[in-house]
Every structure is written in C-alpha cells, then in structure tokens.
C-alpha cells in the first residue's frame, strides 16, 4: 500500500496519515506494533509526507484525528479523544535503575538460553552472564551453531569460567526446533535472552515479501515460539534484543524497524499479563562485526562493550518492559528525531550563522546572485559534498567525477538519502530515483540545474547586485530596530505582537512535546541549584546568564530553562498558563526533591515568580525566588514607552549588526510571549523573594517610574549598582555577590 501510494501520492504533493489501532497502548496489538514500526521508516525515507497516528477505538479519538493532523507532529497517538506525542525520558535515575546505582540480576540457577548467541554481542553477553551474573549453563544458540566463527575460541574461554556450554545449531524462526531446544535444556530454562537477528536493508520500494519475511522470520516468528513454548517453564526472565531502527525510523531497514517495533509490543505484552519481560532498543555498539556496522549513528552514539554490558545489567533492575539503553551525542547537529526532543536539542548556532544555512530552499539562495555561467560549476561542487556525505566520505574530493553513481557504491538506500537531501536543498519535489536517473554527480547537477532554472534570475546583470549568499535575508528584524532607533519602541513592540498572531501555537495538551531540558551552565558542590529563566530575547552564544554562571562555576549547580520556540522553530505556547505548566514539569522532573533557587532578569523574573507560585501549590516550593530588576508589568503600563523600551534598546544599540544576530521568527516568538504575559498578575508565591533593583535609572528618555523597578510584597528589595542592562553586564560581579549573599541567608 505504502508503496503504490508512493508513486502516484508523492507525486502529487500529499500527506498521507497512517492510522494504527493501538500499536502502541500498554497491551498493544503486536502486529499493528510492527505495521507502526515499517510506518516510522517510511516516514524517514519520504520525509514531510507521512503522519503516523495510533489511536483506540474510541468515537473522541476517531473525532480527534483531523486536530492530531493539524498539530505539525509526525508521529502521536490518540488516546480517548486525548492526542498524546512520544518523547523518550530518561529513566530510573530515582529507583536506582539505569544512570542510577543499582544494577540487577538475571536468574542464572537455570540454564540460560542466548539465542544468536554466537554472534558478536551475543558471545559478548555470554562471556558478561558467565563473569558478571555467575552462570554456570548456557545454552548458544544460532543456525550455524557449531561452525559459527569464533566458536572453538568462546566455548574454551568460557569453559575456563567453569561454565558448561552447550552450542546448538538451530533455526529458532521453526517452532518445532525452538520446542526441542527448550525442553531439552538441562537444567531447565531459568532465562533467555533472544538476540539473533539478521538484516537485508533496503529502500521500502525495493522491499519484496521475501525480503520483509527473511528479516521478520528470526525476530517476529522466533520471539513469538519462545513466548509460547516458554511459557510454563516459570522463567525469570526473558530479554529480547531490539534496536532504535523502530523507534526512531531508519531509513532503508522497514523490516527491520517492524521486526524490533514487534519485540518491543512483546514485552508489553507479556507484561501486561505477569509474565517476565524485557525489551532492549539498543542503539549502535561500537563492537566490530555483527551489526554494528550497519547502523547509522546519527544522534546516537555507539556504545562500548563495557557500557552497553553496564546499561544490560542496570535495566534488568527496573519494572519497564521496554527501555531504550542509548547514548546520545550531545555534540550532534543534524536534525533531531521528535522522540529525541526532550533529551536532544540541535546544537544552537553561534552569532553570525542560522539554522537556516542549511534549510529549505538554500541552494536557490547561493545561486542566485552568481552569473549563470558559473552556476554549474558551483551545483557540481555542491552536489559533489553531498554524495560524500551519502556514501560516508571525509571529503568532496573523495568523490571523483569521472566515476558513475554506481561505481561509486552508492546503493538504494544512499540514493534515498541524497533525493532527501537534494530534494530539501534545492526546494524541488524529486523522485526517489533521481541519482539512479542520472549516470554521475556531473549529470545530476545539470539536471538540478534545468529544474532550478526558471526560479533563479536568468541574466548576468540581473545577478550582480544580490547580496552575498548566507541566511535568509530578514525583513522584520531591520524594521524592528529600525523603529526602535527612531524613538518607535511602542510601534516596533505592537507590530512583532501583532506578526505573532502568525505564529504556530502548541496547547496545554500537547505541552510535553515542546519540552526543553535543563541547560548546566555550571557545577558546583551547593546543594541548592539556581534555575534561570532568560527575558523574552532570543539567545545569542552563551545568552545572559554565561557571565553569571561563570560566577558561581565551583560553588553550585546554575542552569537556564529556555522558552520553547525563541530560537528557530517558532512554535510557542498557546498561553501563559501552558507555559508556566511546562516549565513547572520540567523543573519537576528533572530536580525532584532538591532545593532550587529560581530566578529571572528582567521580564525571566515574571516567569521564575509564576513558576513559583505554581510548585508551591504543588506542594514542593522552591528555597527561594530571585528577580533581577523586573518590573512590574500591569494593564496601566503594559504599552509604556519606558517598558518597551528595554526590549527596543538592545537593537538600537546593536545597529545592523542586530539584523544579522536575530531572525525575524525568533524575534516575532518575542512578541507572542510579550503577549501571551499579558493580563498575567503575580500571586504571592509561598517562598523567600528578592528584588536585585537597578540603582541607576535605565539609560534612555522618556518617563519612567521614579524608583526603578518594583514587585507587591512580600518581597525584599536589595538596591545594586548600575542600571538595568549593567546588572547583567558591566555589573555583573556585584550582581551575582548580593544574589550569593541573599541565597546563603535562606533556609
Ligand atoms: N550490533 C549492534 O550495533 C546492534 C544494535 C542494535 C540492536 N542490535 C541487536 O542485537 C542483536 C545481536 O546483534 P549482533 O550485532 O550480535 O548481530 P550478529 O553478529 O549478526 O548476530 C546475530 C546472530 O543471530 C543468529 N541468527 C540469525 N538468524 C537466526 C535464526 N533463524 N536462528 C538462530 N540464530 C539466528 C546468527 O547466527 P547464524 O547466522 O549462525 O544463524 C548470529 O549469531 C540483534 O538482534 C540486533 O538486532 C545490535
């Protein structure tokens, strides 16, 4: 079905939405688990084109789908009318299970069957049940058993750990081969784990059903004999081996992603009626031979023998069925998965690039401004770094042009790869066989360059004045600072609220889904972490707090809490509230029962107060609540030109430099929150609160309230030098020394 939707669905620019039946629920259906599994890779080779939602069968959720269409996310469920989207947390910190203390234990007074056990982590493991979990019977199983490489060498070295092994050729997709090797275990069976596997990557359209049943067969057909023929040995556990390909979509391994999608909806369901479970979704291991090799990293990080052991050993200690034991690398700048959201944030661009470098459309925009003639040229080179890419190579020059696409190596899958590459850099729908299409590297740009044609300027002269090629050039950024310089501070605000209006919005429901984490600015031995919350201002290099954090870096924990869609993305809250919730949540579960010191600059020190006042009632209060120089923001003052002057300034001081720092949907994200805070009126917050007030008045003209800043008590007040910019800045060193002195006074 997918793929004849493929051809003609594609063509036409559709969305197809994918409609599973609870695939995904804690007793799932298993084969609409792997039907959700091949859907998620699918939505990985034709990326933008597919939505993927897994619902009950409830009328609420039947009526909920077109909104769960609406919302943007690829990938959700729906559950009573509810629209939920996955995001991997990290887990088991606080029972002392994976990242925790604990590690748990696999039964090994019985056998233990390691089906695929011959393989490369399957000896791994074995060797690691033998020296780590004290087994004395293991029974490997694998089709070659015996005549598998490295059998003569492991069976010696595990012999030498007092282990009786027993190496048995089988084939465990035949059910009547899985019941000999299970009843003729001696001692009976205490545990198993399932590891074997087998790959045959592919591109969906090149899927046959031979190929999908190869891969399936020891995977899907096996696990589910074990379950079966298993089930009345009172096993203690029983482990599958999966990998993220499902979870996360792998381009190129549909039936992998099904087979491992199904392992994962076996635990659950095996758990759902008491029996012992645990699915594994392994990421890459770095470990040489297997399948290591085959799995693309992306934003995972490959894990060593000795880690991926020590992750086996602390899931066995946690209640979950299913676990994804992965690293993430925390340097990765390619796009982020969506489950990866909550954990993952793409490395932020410094000042002076963007994230849209590399953005839809980007090529036109390089093109454009040179001559025709040299266009070629420079879409060869281009095109030349992204086969490289494809294909693995360190560099473009790797790529030789007097070499065919075949002969280069490049498979299906790679060709899938670079029509997603090329398809969102030239801003052109092109079909999956485009590299095939064309011979080499040299052809495929002309092509490109024929379909690019008439979008870019077709006469020298006409090319010449474009500016140099580089972001997108803004249009509400040099308004906004342009207005701001006149003295137009009231104006510039009002249109960035107004263009706000414009902005995608997510609600309270589907708040988790836009989570960020916690950002360390620095460590330190204090038990009481200091959270911040910047003003509305898109962040640029290490934002407002760097210095501060540099301050207390040795004496205890700071982290920043950033506000969803300010820096790229531009998708913010529907409202205050759902703000305030998010950020309440994420404090929650990401501090727990520590003490935490909340505290904001300027407008940050609304939300650290709302924030607060929203734990307390929670019943966990921070220690305390700090505001460096807020003001009070009330319906008499919200359109003052002093108010909005503090945003404005900061443009009209940066000049032009400002239009290359900001672009225009961070800084309209500006204005949606500057709106959303609207009306919003402070509560008392049941914790200790500070006032750090600017002693010097803020530094442009105009009317503003004598005194300076101020908040209604209970609040304590302590005036510092410098003016409202100059705390954060020049002054920064007295700051940070009143914030410290009034921190240590809390209980
Ligand atoms: N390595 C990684 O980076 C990685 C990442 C994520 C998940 N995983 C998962 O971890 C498991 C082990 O991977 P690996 O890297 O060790 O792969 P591997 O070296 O290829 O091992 C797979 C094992 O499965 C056996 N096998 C395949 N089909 C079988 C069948 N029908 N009956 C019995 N045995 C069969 C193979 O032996 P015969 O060919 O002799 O049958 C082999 O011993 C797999 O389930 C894989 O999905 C691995």
Redesign the pocket.
Known sequence: MLGSWSASGLAEGRRLVVVTRDATSPDPDLAAAAVWGLVRVAQAEYPGHIVLADADDSPESAAALRAARASGEPVLAIRAGTILVPRLTETGREEGGPGGEAVGTLDTRGTVLV????????SVLARHLATHHSARHLLL????GEA?DGVDALRAELADLGVSVRVAA????DRAAVRALVTAADPPLSAIVH????LDDGVLDALTPQRMAKVL???VD?AWHLHELARDLGLSSFVL????AGLLGNAGQANYAAA?AFLDALARHRAARGLPALSLV????L?A????GA?RHGPLAPVTDEQGLSLFDAALASPEPVLAPLLLDRAWNGPVPELLRGLLRRARPTAGTTSQEEGPGTWRRRLAPLPPGERLAALVEAVRAEVATVLGHAGADEVRLDRSFAELGLDSLAGVMLRNRLSTLTGLRLPATVAFDHPGTEQLAGHLLDLLGEALPQREHEALPQPEPGPVKSLIAPLYRRMSQAGQEVEAMRMLVVASMALPTFPSELRQAHALPPERLATGPGGTALICFPDFYPRVATGIYGRLADLFAGERDVYEIPYPGLSGGGVVPEDWHTLIDLHTETIQRHFGERPVVLAGYSVGGCTAQAVATRLTEAGTPPAGIAMIDTYHVTGENEAEQWLLGMPAHRAAQLGELFDELFDDTSLVAMGAYTRILRGWQPRPAGAPTLLLRAQDPLPYLGEHPPGGSAWPPPVDIVEVPGHHFQLITDRIGTTTSALRTWISTLP
């Open positions: 089906t695929g056990g011959t393989g490369a982590l399957g199983a694998s089709r070659r598998a089988c084939d465990i997709s590891a074997a596997g087998v067969r020891p995977k096996a081996f999966s990998s993220a491992n392994w990421g890459p291991w470990h031979g297997g399948m290591a799995v």
